[in-house]
């Protein structure tokens, strides 16, 4: 844009991005500046902040609850990430189909994003009972028998991470409706011509053009994750003996529970970390991606 | 000269005593007791404290009990505390080691109308730390045994007596077991609170009562554990958490299929109202003794509250004024800790259940949780100790000596 | 394969999607799918209003009752009568109609910017955004509340809704938005002379309109199930917004759980309603645009 001078360059900016930043930097940033902060100090709340440097993080490091808590939230991960954004993917595939009613249909699918975890929970709860739940109900059907879900150590996770894939589907399946709608129909049209078929369509059209969207919907996806809060804390409070413990509700935890705010912010700065070397490390990847596809 | 500067002297004495000033003093409430059901009830503690002390206005907060601590902290770290507010028991002990509390004592002595005979001694005392009195008492509550005298007939076993022990009490679960009907004899959770007044009940605690060891692990309480995780595994006459299906243990006994429940008495209007068949409530039975839990929620007042005398006048009023405790009682809104068992009578007159004294008998054997700094991550680290044990991953003696473990890193 | 560029004469030349007559096997099978799926996604909420139209003892009967008898409206009267849910829904509505709008605009002047304009530093900052998304609420509350305090905002409808008016979730969305844009258009303008700033509010904006719809919404539902910020801000009942209102309907002991419900439902509504006008007005949009 050679035709634009640095003042106009300047000017823009000044009206379009310092709003946000002034916004972003007094109520986000701050805020998280003072974590950090904080996490060299130790403060119960209550009295005086005291400094002690780097020992929130040699503690935290060494804290065998943290390290549970860290497993148990990367198995959250591994488990929620990869089905969300395929059975995500495959319904906004259905959904942008010209069938009639997929108005309501969208509807239908968003309900649950909009529904409270106070509900969610309690229904799946129950879903999720060994003895009365519809979930086992329907693994006896085919011959299965079903695991204690919340009940058992080994299976808590599982359900928890089940009802959160049910949660979030129509979430995530909105935001690439909308990617999906930016594909040009002639792309499509002029593929069916050549005489590709939709599975052909769907790998050179559809997948490549989808790519933002995927970077975006993960990228979100992993950060969001990665803080995984409200269903543990409603459906199992972190139990059964520990199963489900994860690190925010270890951060919580600390905070408002055990009076150790600066070794919350500690733990909360460890988090930090890990999320933002796996965005990084997911954006190179996604670049690389991209560079070889030409 | 002297009679002027005599009676200037007592004028300006007289001033400085009058509570009247000349603008309104607000003094800030939070709870977490009155929402929901309570409002009107402490807005007429409120307007009525009002009418004794113009000048002085009360502004009231409240938070959901779960939310509650989070906010208070929140308020406490911004330094923008209320001037007053409530405290639990277990929470209390915390905030007045800390120093968030004001010392009532200087108030209290330079009060002339005060008198602490007024307060149930046991509870006051409770909220008194290293011999500063840091909180009033504002209620108390209870653990009981609840019973369902409909099942107990159709089984054709006698109702529970003071004199009943833990063999009693199994002998009659079983027989009051039916697994046809999904009826369960007997229920009491395996989680924190209920065990540490369990093991009491076999002479066991959790701390020495200088709170400098580390008791958990006797051979006592590794019996009790072994004997409530028995009730479930074993002689089945209690549910487990599966056999609940996420249901709560009251709405089980409202539906009829729980015969004995050790639950709280602020279920007591709950059942009044919503339990279609006979009960009553008796002593818990104990082991070697009997033990029963003693809660209670205090008022305090914050180090740094701008106006301690308005403050302490309000919660001194809430805690323990007439008006203050007939209006509690009237509602059922929890019990005042108040020696007048006169002023509790109301309380006792109620027809449902007929044992109602028995309330007033448990506080005898009382068993005042053994609060000490890190008390919430005691709580959750013996807790996850106890669901192991539950879930069969650990012995109950394995948990229990990691749950000792656990506890020595926090003192 | 036809290539992209060629075939495109309108970047955002989107042919609405008309059904097209006739039933094919292939619908069938989607239809199958999706009726099965969506029995799957409705049941929870349907159990929601069931119970909310339910009296207290036919609730939580095995095996479960789906439809409500005798059904009541019972408790929907109860939560009115239990708080002022009027004045909730009032702050509600007014703190998150706001706070979306504020939100949208925002994030799509920023996105923008971001998107188009070059400037030194622009990654590192755009990576400052994405850091708050990355430390949990948890521990922002107690710094956030602190600043509050210091500008004297505590119990006011502004520390209610700036919090929730700016985040770097919709910057990003509206930054991958502009990005995906082809320039063309831009371009034109430019050479006409327009700035980045007439182009954004005459021509950019317009184009985002799809984005912009699904920003909205979600903005809308974070703002209005928003609940520990407004717990702590918040002192007087009169301010507070409907999550935190209803929040009172869990007591310490026990919960009734169909006024608990009734009250749900109450607060799920305007979201879906929302929801169901957003999506109509994105396929709307998208059959209205065309070249200029």
């Not at chain 2, 012995?395 to 000596?401: G, K, M, R, S, V």
Request: negative net charge.
């Amino acid at each position: 844009m050679d035709a634009v001078t640095d003042r106009s360059k300047y000017l823009a900016l000044a009206v379009l991005l310092l709003p946000s930043l002034i916004g972003m930097f007094t109520f986000l940033m701050l805020p998280v500046i003072s974590s950090f902060v904080l996490s060299f100090t130790e403060w119960d709340m209550i009295g005086e902040i005291g400094w002690v440097g780097f020992d929130n993080y040699l503690a935290a490091l060494a804290d065998p609850a943290v390290q549970a808590a860290l497993r148990n939230t990367l198995v959250y991960i591994v488990g929620y990430l990869p089905a969300v954004v395929a059975i995500a993917l495959g319904l906004a595939l259905l959904l942008n189909r010209r069938i009639k009613g997929r108005v309501v249909f969208r509807a239908i699918y968003f309900v649950p994003v909009v529904t409270s975890w106070v509900a969610v929970s309690l229904i799946w709860k129950w879903q999720l009972n060994p003895q009365y739940g519809l979930i086992n109900f329907a693994l006896s059907l085919i011959g299965i028998k079903g695991p204690g879900w919340l009940f058992d150590p080994s299976w808590a996770m599982a359900g928890v991470i089940l009802t959160s894939i049910w949660k979030d589907i129509g979430f995530v399946t909105v935001i690439y409706l909308a990617g999906l709608q930016e594909i040009p129909e002639p792309l499509y049209e002029a593929a069916a011509l050549d005489g590709a078929t939709p599975w052909q369509r769907f790998w050179s059209i559809t997948w490549p053009m989808l790519a933002p969207t995927t970077f975006f919907v993960t990228t979100i996806s992993l950060i969001s994750s990665f803080q995984v809060f409200d269903q543990v804390w409603v459906m199992t409070q972190g139990g059964p003996a520990g199963a489900t413990s994860v690190m925010v509700e270890l951060i919580y935890k600390n905070a408002f529970s055990y009076f150790r705010m600066g070794y919350a912010s500690a733990i909360s700065w460890i988090l930090f970390a890990l999320i933002f070397a796996v965005t990084i490390a997911q954006n190179l990847l996604q670049k690389r991606l991209d560079r070889s596809d030409g | 000269m002297t009679i002027l500067r005599r009676s200037i002297a007592a004028m300006l004495l007289a001033t400085a005593a009058s509570p009247a000033f000349a603008e309104d003093i607000t003094i800030n409430y939070i709870t977490f007791s009155a929402a929901p059901n309570y409002i009107e009830e402490l807005e007429a503690t409120i307007a009525a404290f009002e009418a004794e002390h113009p000048g002085v206005d009360v502004k009231y907060e409240t938070a959901g009990w779960d939310a509650y601590f989070t906010k208070l902290q929140t308020m406490v770290a911004a330094n923008k505390a209320p001037d007053t507010f409530e405290l639990n028991y277990e929470n209390f002990v915390t905030y007045a080691q800390k120093g968030a509390l004001l010392d009532l004592g200087p108030l209290m002595t330079a009060d002339p109308g005060f008198d602490a005979g007024v307060y149930n001694p046991t509870a006051l005392a409770a909220f008194a730390q290293d011999g500063k009195q840091y909180g009033l008492v504002e209620s108390f509550s209870n653990v009981v045994l609840f019973y369902n005298k409909d099942l107990f007939d159709a089984a054709g076993v006698a109702y529970p007596t003071a004199d009943w022990t833990w063999k009693e009490e199994l002998e009659a679960a079983q027989k009051l077991t039916d697994a046809s009907k999904g009826v369960w004899g007997d229920f009491a959770p395996i989680q924190f609170w209920e065990f540490y007044k369990t093991i009491a009940q076999n002479g066991g605690s959790i701390l020495s009562p200088d709170k400098q060891t580390v008791t958990i692990d006797s051979a006592q309480n590794v019996e009790t554990l072994t004997w409530m995780i028995d009730k479930v595994n074993t002689y089945k006459v209690t549910p487990s958490d599966v056999d609940m299906a996420g249901q709560a243990s009251e709405d089980l006994f409202k539906a009829g299929k729980i015969a004995m429940l050790r639950t709280g008495i602020w279920l007591l209007g709950d059942f009044a109202q919503n339990a279609k068949f006979n009960w009553d409530i008796a002593l818990e039975p104990g082991n070697t003794q009997k033990a029963h839990h003693f809660f209670s929620n205090g008022v305090a007042v914050s180090a740094n509250s701008a106006h301690p005398q308005e403050a302490y006048e309000w919660v001194k009023f809430l805690t323990s004024s007439k008006a203050a405790v007939d209006i509690r009682v009237a509602a059922g809104w929890e019990l005042p800790a108040v020696s007048d068992t006169a002023a509790v009578q109301g309380y006792l007159d109620q027809a449902v259940p007929e044992s109602r004294e028995v309330v007033f008998q448990a506080l005898d054997t009382a068993v005042v949780p053994p609060v000490v700094g890190n008390w919430n991550q005691l709580t959750d680290a013996v807790g996850k100790e106890l669901d192991a044990a539950k879930l069969g991953q650990k012995t109950p003696e394995q948990a229990l000596a990691d749950a000792k473990v656990a506890i020595e890193a926090l003192l | 394969m036809a290539d992209a560029a060629t075939l495109v004469d309108n970047p955002v030349s989107v042919i609405a999607r008309q059904p097209r007559p006739g039933l094919r096997l292939s619908d069938l099978a989607t239809y199958a799918l999706l009726a099965t799926g969506s029995v799957v996604m409705l049941l929870p909420f349907a159990w929601t209003v069931s119970t909310s139209l339910k009296t207290a003892g036919a609730t939580f009967v095995t095996p479960p009752e789906l439809l409500p008898a005798p059904a009541t409206l019972d408790n929907y009267v109860k939560v009115f009568d239990s708080a002022p849910v009027g004045q909730f829904l009032f702050n509600s509505i007014l703190v998150s109609v706001t706070s979306t709008a504020l939100m949208v605009l925002f994030c799509a002047m920023s996105g923008y910017a971001f998107a188009r304009i070059q400037f030194k530093g622009r990654e590192l900052l755009f990576y400052a955004y994405l850091a708050t998304l990355m430390i949990p609420q948890q521990v922002t509350l107690t710094p956030l509340f602190i600043i509050m305090n210091f500008l004297g905002w505590t119990n006011t409808y502004q520390a209610l809704i700036l919090p929730s008016s700016f985040g770097a979730f919709g910057t990003f969305l509206l930054r991958q938005f502009f990005l995906r844009l082809p320039r063309e258009i831009e371009e034109a303008a430019f050479m006409d002379g327009a700035g980045y700033v007439r182009i954004f509010f005459t021509i950019a904006i317009h184009l985002a309109r799809p984005a912009l719809a699904t920003l909205a919404v979600f903005a809308f539902m974070a703002s209005w199930n928003s609940f520990l910020w407004p717990l702590i801000i918040t002192s007087d009942q009169s301010m507070m917004t409907l999550p935190l209102g209803l929040s009172f309907l869990q007591g310490r002991w026990s919960t009734d759980w169909n006024v608990l419900m009734a009250g749900t439902v109450i607060g799920t509504l305007p979201i879906i309603a929302l929801y169901v006008f957003a999506q109509k007005y994105i396929i709307q949009s998208l059959s209205h645009t065309g070249l200029k």
